[in-house]
């Protein structure tokens, strides 16, 4: 399987490694900041590590809000990992006057002040309904977590996973062309890689619409 993917590049964490992932499951995939691949791209990865308030500048610097936002309302699917999956909400408490993407609507909260941060390692996900995104992938699976907030969505039908942590919270969501998980499959293995090629099954089908 072969086509097209962009990852954009708003300088926070390693994107190299979600690149490569893509590579190892036959997608073609291209690293960049530019506003003109971001509106002919397929398909859109939104990943990263870091705090809100700065990143969204660095969007906004790069020019690369209006045009994400564009593609996606145009049916192109964007998928939002770590960082990624929290900027696709409307605000977070991490950056209180600073607004985010809007492409699903919630916000993003801390863990409760007793639980210990960042939620770093090896971590359940509870599947919360059927999605093509999580074909192959067993209720239970294990992943990769790194975090210190969290996404509350607002519509319950949003989410796709949950997962533990002292407290339950969403992990991961889907509405039509957007989705996003809050733990890494480029650092969860053969599972992760399943996720990354189920996105792009996905995005050859959207492909049709748009």
Known sequence: MTMQTYI????VGDICSVQRALEQVGIAAEIGSDPVAVRGAVSLVLAGDGAF??????????????????????GVPILGVGLGLQLLFEGSQESLEV????LLRGEVRSFPPDLE????????IE??????????????????FDHSYVVVPRRPQDVLTF?????GFVSGVERENVAG???HPEKS???GLCIYRNFVRHAEVAKEKY
């Open 8 to 11: 954009i590049d708003y300088g």
């Open 53 to 74: 308030g700065p990143a969204m500048a660095e969007l906004e610097r790069l020019e690369l809000v209006q045009p994400i936002k564009e593609r996606v309302m145009e």
């Open 99 to 102: 607004p985010g993407l809007g």
């Open 117 to 124: 941060v960042p939620h770093v390692g090896w971590n359940q």
């Open 127 to 144: 599947i919360a309904r059927d999605s093509e995104l999580l074909e192959d992938v067993p209720n239970g699976s294990i992943f990769y």
């Open 163 to 167: 997962t533990e942590y002292g407290v």
């Open 181 to 183: 998980f809050q733990f």
């Open 189 to 191: 293995g053969t599972l």
